[in-house]
């Protein structure tokens, strides 16, 4: 593509700059953490249908857990596409099952650093935003599309996994609302999932699995405890757990490098975390704990079986001699995304025509990670993700995102779904 069509032109000059920096703004301030979503599904609904969209609630099992649908219709001559992006952030959850959410997420404007700030606008309303204002200009252009858009902001992306007393629908993440959406009437040629990926795109992502490792021991108060000798003999399981957690990093490292893999889109490295640890009363330090649990997060890519992984991990804990449990508590496979290459076209396109040039190589992390795009690729809709770059200070702890990249990012989301909703494409 070297040059815009009159029609291109039209749609990118609706494209609002202050409109997007304060609907990103509005969103990304809004308190709604994973299983809290309610007040995020309730003002993309209002703002659907103050811009005469067709528009619907998705209830979940969960109240207060509602995906929010927008639809512009096309003729139903064209290829459809499903704009996807999550409402849950990471900021003001819960740590406790008895508690509330704490405060939620700030979100600000600096126009001097043209920054719009906030860990919320990044993770993901910022590319959510971006979408909606995309998809407005095109509505608001006049131009007839052959195909739908369809927009779906959905709950429960976040990696969460239902174990011990945090149970429920709460506390199902990892897919959720993409998952209820493509069972329950949502349906599209292509997806392309809105996230910040440093405008490269990829098609592949890894799966991931949660699991819990125990180890037993027996409660002793403190001046009864037995003389120190053997770990073996040690009644206190947080210690005993010491040695479980060093031979699981030892593994992380092995494991890592056993399942790398080179795909033409990018390299995919599964990493391993240890997320949690879970032992005695810390209003009660004088009795040795007779349990401890860790939680720990393995990435894995898509043609290695979840079994095998939980058989590697049980293997290194009994490899110990101190006993130990392993349980798999949440498990979300990888795909790699077929029939994909009208919707990559397309995006190499706009962002070809937006900042004249290909678009960049996608990073490791962005295909080692899990994201809706495998819920999709999962049921057979061919996905991407794609979007701007998220950004920090050197501190890290002001996360933003510059204005030319979300306004780019917009501009790109445009194009994208003109060229697939055009009914031009073979």
């Known amino acids: ?86 409402m849950d952030s990471e900021q003001g959850m819960p740590m406790r099952i008895d508690e509330e959410p704490p405060p939620g997420p700030t979100a ?3 126009q001097d650093k043209k920054r719009i700030f906030g860990l919320a606008v990044q993770n993901d309303r910022g590319p959510m935003a971006a979408f909606m204002i995309a998809t407005k200009a095109i509505k608001n252009s006049g131009i007839g599309l052959a195909g ?3 927009m779906t902001m959905v709950v429960g992306e976040i990696g969460m996994g239902p174990v011990d007393e945090f149970r429920g629908a709460k506390f199902i993440g990892k897919g959720y609302g ?29 799966g991931a699995a949660y699991f819990k490792v125990t180890v037993d021991g027996k409660s002793f108060y403190t001046p009864r405890i037995p003389e120190r000798g053997e770990l073996k003999d040690n009644p206190n399981a947080l210690i005993k757990m010491i040695a479980v957690i060093e031979a699981i990093e030892k593994w992380a490292v092995e494991y890592e490098r056993n399942h ?21 009363a810390p209003y009660k330090p004088s009795t040795t704990p007779k349990s401890c649990s860790i939680y720990v997060d393995v990435r894995v890519p898509p043609p290695l079986e979840f079994n095998l992984v939980e058989r590697e991990l049980r293997d290194v804990v009994q490899s110990v001699g101190l006993g130990g449990t392993v349980e798999c508590f949440m498990a979300r496979k990888g795909y790699e995304g077929k029939n994909v290459e009208p919707l990559i076209d397309a995006i190499r396109n706009a962002h070809l025509l937006v900042r004249g040039a290909p678009p960049p190589p996608v990073s490791t992390a962005e295909t080692s990670m899990w994201r809706d795009i ?53």
Request: proline share 4%; hydrophobic share 45%.
């Open 1 to 86: 593509m070297t040059g815009s069509t009159t029609e291109q032109d039209a749609v990118l000059k609706l494209i609002d700059e202050q409109e997007l920096v304060e609907l990103a703004v509005a969103m990304g301030n809004i308190k709604a953490p994973s299983g809290y979503e309610q007040p995020m599904a309730d003002f993309v609904l209002r703002w659907l249908k103050a811009n005469g969209f067709d528009n619907s609630y998705q209830q979940l099992v969960s109240e207060g857990r509602s995906n929010t649908i927008g639809i512009l219709r096309g003729t139903g001559l064209g290829k459809s596409l499903i704009f996807n992006s999550h």
């Open 108 to 110: 600000s404007v600096d």
């Open 148 to 150: 739908d858009i369809l």
């Open 178 to 206: 993409s998952r209820h959406a493509v069972t329950h009437g949502i349906n599209g040629d292509f997806a392309l999932i809105a996230e910040t990926t440093d405008f490269g795109v990829t098609w592949i992502e890894a």
């Open 260 to 280: 790398t893999i080179e795909y033409p889109v990018g390299k995919m490295v599964p990493k391993v975390s240890i997320g949690a640890i879970r032992a005695g």
């Open 374 to 426: 495998n819920i999709f690729n999962e049921v057979g809709i061919p996905a991407a993700t794609f979007g701007m770059p998220r950004k920090s200070a050197p501190d890290a702890v002001e996360r933003f995102v510059e204005i030319k990249d979300i306004v780019d990012a917009a501009k790109m989301y445009a194009l994208v779904a003109l060229e697939v909703c055009s009914g031009r494409q073979s």
